[in-house]
């Protein structure tokens, strides 16, 4: 039951909460304690289950490559059956997703065990949002370089953790809100290295300063569109009554 202690705390975090909880992990969590502690306390989950022979031979007709000329786009069957394994309490619902890649030789496999009663393809693109919020956890390492905590204190640590992700956010709502379609594709870290980043020669006036910029990281129209774009965000000016 360690593997159940060391998260049951950020289970317990939402307990007393009107919501609907949900779970999902990794293969890392396929073990049958993992599964009936969120069960007990009316978790829905879905957590990657690691292959065997039983699984396979579940899927077995779904692996012959299909009839015909490749597509470019990937073929993809879902499959949906009860399994209970040797150590396991009672069965539960698997859901399999089988890929045939145009190319390979072999079709890409995976197994996902869950108490959702949603489609098969549902769960999984359920099951895909954990890989989804590991991306923004890499990003924000990468953009802001959150891990960097080089206080001796814990609680000092903490306060520069926070300061870290309130400037991802900051950079995350710049880049929600603020940035035309043609560079919504953006990184934090393109963001950050081509428009917070970027150098810029001050030429000071009497009743001006002008900052001059090169045009090689944004051009002058995108520059303007980006500025306009964070104008509009300000309230209207109330007018005193």
Known sequence: MTGVRSWSPSLARYRDLDIRRFFRGDAAFARPELYEYPEAKGYLYAIRLPANEVLQREVEPLLTRPVGRPLNKPVVWYHNFLYQASTWSKPRRVVAKIEHHKGELFPRVGFIVTNLRRPSWRVVKFYNGRGTAEQWIKEGKNA????????????????????????????????????????????LTTLREKLIKIGAKVVRHARYVVFQMAEVAIPRGLFRAILERIRRLRPPETVPG
Not at 153 to 179: H, S
């Open 144 to 187: 802001v370089k959150w891990t960097r905590l080089s206080c001796h204190d814990f609680v000092d640590n903490q306060v520069c953790l926070q300061l870290f992700a309130l400037a991802y956010n900051l950079g995350n709502f710049l880049r929600r809100l603020a940035l035309p379609r043609s560079v919504k594709h953006w990184s």
